[in-house]
């Protein structure tokens, strides 16, 4: 079975633009949750995603957006870039319920 | 909500050395996941454990829930296994693991 697969694996903006990130979950998982790594931060949740609709939030400005589709695959938004979003974006999948998520890659993203 | 604490932040080893890291948790939770973070950023399951011991190979985990603690045992340690390791926990009551909190991390050296 494929894992969780995110693209792109890195990508480097300047201040102000935006970004979307994309997430593949393993194959029957309809839970998509997406985490942001940063060196002073650490790994912090960014929200959750379950059947199209967002089930949990973390404390993230609005500037921090997504979605998920029918497929369950789901879409992170950065608007309006600033130098601190530069993080790992990991996103996780799990089966529905009580279900431990698994991680993808990550995208690494650069804003200068 | 819950807080997750790591001990210690930084550990080097010679190899063959046996090692302990220690994850403490603030409040009742129905997830304790143990990662491993590879170099290129991805987060790799170790252990799914909400209370009790686990082993695989030469790591194995303990989680007492009650105290609210998880101990995750290195034996035989070798040089693959640097890296750094996360707690990461789910408050208890949820409906999904999908909103995990993490530790700061064990950052783990093995020299030869």
């Known amino acids: 079975k494929a894992g969780v697969t995110q693209t792109p694996r890195y990508l480097i903006k300047t201040r102000g633009q935006q970004v979307t990130l994309s997430c593949s979950p393993i194959?029957?998982?309809?839970?998509v949750s997406w985490y942001q790594q940063t060196p002073g931060q650490g790994l912090q949740f960014l929200f959750e995603?379950?059947?199209?609709?967002?089930?949990n939030k973390g404390n993230f400005p609005g500037r921090f957006s997504g979605r998920q589709f029918s497929n369950s695959r789901s879409e992170m938004n950065v608007s309006t870039l600033e130098l601190g979003d530069s993080a790992l974006y990991l996103c996780?999948?799990?089966?529905?319920?009580?279900?431990?998520?698994?991680f993808g890659p990550g995208t690494r993203l650069t804003v200068l | 909500g819950i807080q997750v604490e790591q001990s210690p932040p930084d550990l080097i080893l010679q190899e063959g050395a046996n090692s302990t890291l220690r994850c403490n948790f603030s409040?009742?939770?129905?997830?304790l996941q143990w990662f491993h973070q590879n170099p290129w950023g991805q987060l790799i399951n170790l252990f799914y454990?909400?209370?009790g011991t686990k082993q695989n190979g030469r790591l194995s985990a303990t989680t007492v829930a009650t105290e609210r603690y998880s101990l995750l045992y290195i034996s035989s340690s070798q040089t693959t296994d640097s890296g750094v390791y996360f707690c990461?926990?789910?408050?208890?009551?949820?409906?999904?693991?999908?909103?995990?909190?993490f530790g700061q991390g064990t950052i783990l050296t093995v020299h030869p």
């Open positions: 996780a999948s799990s089966r529905e319920g009580l279900a431990p998520p698994f």
């Open positions: 194959s029957g998982h309809r839970s």
């Open positions: 995603y379950f059947s199209e609709t967002q089930r």
């Open positions: 409040d009742s939770v129905n997830n």
């Open positions: 454990i909400p209370s």
């Open positions: 990461a926990a789910t408050n208890a009551g949820g409906t999904s693991y999908g909103k995990l909190t």
